[in-house]
């Protein structure tokens, strides 16, 4: 293993982290005559509850209505010497169901004999052509939003979404506009400042971020809210929330993220955020996003990617209440 393929060692000469891009880029698609249509118990989507990225798409699995359609599989939050895979501890699988694999870089090997590349979470994996059809979050949930439509019951569907959807017409080019910085300085953001190698990367990287979530704290107090573009989830929101449900309990610490704490110096944000969690009516389908949270999972996670072995307790509660 080179030292480039080591999770640990995220950062180039220069001390900057630079994300690789993800490799299996197919589609999902109701046209007719697609390589990957929407069927029932076809696909499987393979996480764990420590990665943001693998964490939207489940959030969006839940909130789609697809656990009866899309099957998932929990691996530990554990990164293994070979990468990611299970050991059946914290509620995790035991092994791969479909082939009894003990680690995840098994089912890429067998999508991609000789497969070199990073073994990432979430994977989508479809089962009658055995092979992976994408491994980039941002293009799963995409999928997931619309193309399972017509397999779903109607109150699912992405045109009864009061908003129009959860990437609406209307709305779209906002939100992309929206999650670009968002992506760059922040979902990205606490890697580059947390794997930072260099005294000089970090201080840089950890100035954008924080620059960043003050942008992010003045957008909710100029939108009418709850949510980041007003009175209905969408993808915006979706994508935000794994980091910021990461931020006080891991970035803080772990990634050295430490000028502030969402709970002290961001009040809208926080407000967005608790209000997003604890959810249990129809914008969330009854409580996705809680669904989809395990602290301990984030926090032991980050730990282990860190290489860290005491995990930081705090701060406590890992979120505030509800009404506090
Ligand atoms: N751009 C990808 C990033 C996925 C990603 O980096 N996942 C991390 C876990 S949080 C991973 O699997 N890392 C393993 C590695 O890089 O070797 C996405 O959004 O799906």
Redesign the pocket.
């Known amino acids: 293993m080179s030292n480039k393929?080591d999770?640990k060692a995220f950062a180039d000469k220069d001390g900057h982290f630079r994300?690789?891009?993800?490799k299996f880029r197919d589609s999902i698609s109701r046209e007719a005559g697609a390589h990957f249509p929407p069927e029932k118990d076809r696909y499987v989507l393979y996480i764990n509850w420590?990665?943001?990225?693998?964490n939207r798409t489940a959030i969006v699995r839940f909130l789609k209505g697809l656990e009866d359609i899309i099957q998932l599989v929990v691996m530990d939050y554990e990164?293994f010497p070979e990468?990611?895979g299970y050991s059946g501890r914290n509620g995790t699988m035991e092994n791969d169901p479909l082939y009894g694999f003990t680690r995840h870089r098994q089912l890429y090997e067998k999508a991609e004999p000789g497969y070199e590349g990073?073994?990432?979470?979430?994977t989508l994996w479809d089962k009658k052509n055995e092979t992976i059809v994408n491994?980039?979050?941002?293009e799963?949930i995409r999928m997931f939003y619309t193309e399972f439509d017509d397999l779903l019951p109607e109150k699912f569907q992405e045109k009864s979404h009061p908003a129009g959807g959860f990437l609406p017409d209307s709305l779209k080019k906002d939100i992309d506009q929206f999650n670009e910085w968002v992506y760059n300085d922040i979902n990205n953001g606490v890697y580059k400042t947390g794997f930072a190698s260099s005294q000089e990367a970090y201080e840089q990287n950890i100035g954008i971020l924080f620059k960043a979530l003050d942008r992010v704290e003045a957008h909710l107090e100029k939108s009418e809210g709850p949510f980041l573009f007003g009175k209905h989830l969408t993808e915006a929101d979706i994508r935000l929330y794994p980091t910021i449900a990461r931020f006080d309990v891991a970035y803080h610490s772990l990634f050295k993220c430490n000028l502030k704490l969402i709970r002290h110096d961001y009040p809208r944000i926080d407000k967005w955020y608790r209000n997003i969690y604890y959810d249990e009516g129809d914008e969330t389908r009854g409580g996705a996003f809680k669904k989809a949270t395990y602290f301990d999972h984030i926090k032991y996670g980050y730990a282990g990617a860190k290489k860290v072995q005491i995990v930081p307790k705090g701060p406590m509660p890992d979120i505030l209440a509800k009404g506090a």
């Open positions: 393929d999770i994300r690789q891009p993800s420590g990665c943001p990225w693998a990164m990468g990611w990073r073994v990432l979470v979430p491994n980039e979050s941002s799963i």
